[in-house]
């Protein structure tokens, strides 16, 4: 896993997967799951937007009345999944697909938008902003993202965009000041917390990165990335015991990282918890049996079952 930037800020609408006739992306998996608002109530009429990275096409669903959304036929790997619905904090995620087993089930709560309304010209020139940014036109999404800050002040969420534009650019000092911004009007926003530690972590600076992600409550992080380059600060540093809960929540998220589970065993193993550290080397294998790095694991299954 590597450091990256939370890419859909509070307004995010990104842009519509193309899709093309030949719909590479169909398999004989499933996938399902829930979308929840911040008080555990079903949110009906979400976007949920498959993308195969594979097969760089996908297809769209909606949630029902009681929250609940089911894509069928779709492939094996790894897919980005995408939830929007106008007055809600938009979500990414990405979740790797089996055709050979049952997935797990999907439970994702979205955030309410307070003290803005929606309209179509704000709509368009979000979607406007957010087709650049995906093509990798910066500049151009980030004059967009200012035009439409200039003509609604009260609309604080944009400068999370903003700061994307030149997080995407290495400019961490001028994303820095734009999440900055965010904060100024909502100091819990989980994303710009995030936003401005990823900010210290590509700058190499992981003490303020940490110092950053500690701020956010460790049951709002569900991202498994953020977990993940979290509970490596903390073993890097030779906390263990500090580290085990993100590693463990990442490998959770993401049932099928290789790269959590590694890191799971390690941690395990240095606390000399090896039953456990069993386990989840065991649990990687499952996943990736023949890389170098499963070569190193069978190494440290064996030094372990000789113990």
Not at 265 to 273: C, D, E, F, K, P
């Amino acid at each position: 896993m590597k450091k990256r930037a939370l890419v859909c800020g509070l307004l995010a609408v990104l842009a519509a997967t193309s899709f093309v006739a030949a719909q590479d992306w169909k398999g004989k998996g499933r996938l399902g799951g829930l979308v929840l608002d911040q008080a555990g109530a079903p949110i009906e009429g979400v976007r949920v937007k498959l993308f195969s990275i594979k097969a760089q096409e996908g297809t769209e669903v909606k949630t029902d009345k009681t929250g609940h959304w089911m894509a069928a036929w779709i492939r094996s790997g790894a897919w980005n999944i995408d939830f929007e619905k106008v007055g809600y904090a938009p979500k990414k995620i990405v979740v790797d697909i089996s055709e050979n087993k049952k997935n797990p089930d999907v439970e994702l709560t979205m955030n309410k938008i307070e003290g803005l309304v929606i309209n179509d010209e704000i709509m368009d020139l979000l979607t406007r902003g957010n087709e650049l940014f995906d093509k990798n036109d910066y500049a151009g999404a980030l004059a967009i993202y200012q035009d439409l800050l200039a003509k609604n002040p009260d609309a604080y969420p944009i400068y999370q965009n903003i700061g994307n534009c030149h997080f995407a650019q290495e400019k961490y000092d001028l994303a820095e000041e734009n999440y900055l911004k965010v904060l100024e009007k909502d100091p819990k926003n989980v994303n710009a917390l995030i936003a401005i530690g990823n900010c210290y972590a590509n700058r190499g600076d992981a003490a303020k990165a940490q110092e950053w992600y500690a701020k956010v409550e460790f049951e709002k992080l569900d991202d498994p990335t953020v977990l993940y380059n979290l509970g490596s600060i903390y073993y890097n540093n030779a906390k263990f015991e500090d580290a085990l809960k993100f590693y463990q929540k990442a490998a959770e998220k993401q049932k099928d990282s290789t790269d959590a589970l590694y890191q799971l065993g390690l941690t395990y193993l240095n606390l000399q918890r090896n039953a456990e550290a069993i386990d989840a080397f065991e649990r990687f294998l499952k996943i990736d049996a023949d890389s170098e790095k499963a070569g190193q694991v069978k190494a440290f299954l064996d030094y372990l079952r000789k113990k």
